[in-house]
């Protein structure tokens, strides 16, 4: 069975421009969350779709915004992007929503913003 | 809000010995807490879990103890062994989220 899969694997930006990182979830797997991991720090929540719906979201700006298909594919997008967004980013897929069931993580997306 | 604690936030241990993570939460509501090691450039990958109506866990060099009654759970190594250097995040799942701790940074010492 296929795993988590996200694309690209890297990437670099310029301040300002935008950006999209996209995530195929497990084959059957209807919830897709999406985090922000910063050297040394954790797992910063960014939002959760499940069958297309933005289910939870953490504390991001605006800016940071996702939408899913109706195949469960997910896509997260960055505008007016700063230095400080410069993290891997991480996307996770469950079977169900919510946090009752283990997630999947891929191999990330590391974005350098320069 | 919910939140876990997590502690220690870097752990250095020799090889051999045992090694205990742990984490406090704070929702009554959660029903599930896995555990999640994240080797250096590779993405967290889940290495055991428990659910609230179960205490304790095994599976081989590793366990999860949970305490319903004092809100916190830890992860056991025993044996640890260089392979298990990584960084190890806790998680608090209720049916409507999963809330993550910050992160131990496991050292196995030659």
């Known amino acids: 069975k296929a795993g988590v899969t996200q694309t690209p694997r890297y990437l670099i930006k310029t301040r300002g421009q935008q950006v999209t990182l996209s995530c195929s979830p497990i084959s059957g797997h209807r919830s897709v969350s999406w985090y922000q991991q910063t050297p040394g720090q954790g797992l910063q929540f960014l939002f959760e779709?499940?069958?297309?719906?933005?289910?939870n979201k953490g504390n991001f700006p605006g800016r940071f915004s996702g939408r899913q298909f109706s195949n469960s594919r997910s896509e997260m997008n960055v505008s007016t992007l700063e230095l400080g967004d410069s993290a891997l980013y991480l996307c996770?897929?469950?079977?169900?929503?919510?946090?009752?069931?283990?997630?999947?993580f891929g191999s990330g997306t590391r974005l350098t913003v320069v | 809000g919910e939140n876990v604690e997590q502690h220690p936030s870097t752990l250095s241990v020799q090889e051999g010995d045992s090694a205990v993570i742990k984490c406090t939460y704070s929702d009554s509501a959660s029903n599930y807490f896995p555990w999640y090691k994240q080797e250096l450039g590779k993405r967290p990958q889940l290495i055991i879990d428990?659910?609230?109506n179960v205490g304790e866990k095994k599976d081989q060099r590793i366990a999860v103890t949970l305490n319903k009654t004092a809100k916190h759970f830890s992860l056991h190594i025993t044996e640890t062994q260089p392979e298990d250097s990584a960084v190890y995040f806790c998680?608090?799942?209720?049916?409507?989220?999963?809330?993550w701790g910050a992160g131990t940074k496991l050292i196995i010492k030659p």
């Open positions: 779709y499940f069958s297309e719906t933005q289910r």
């Open positions: 996770a897929s469950s079977q169900i929503s919510g946090g009752s069931y283990g997630y999947t």
């Open positions: 998680g608090q799942g209720t049916n409507y989220q999963l809330i």
């Open positions: 428990i659910r609230s």
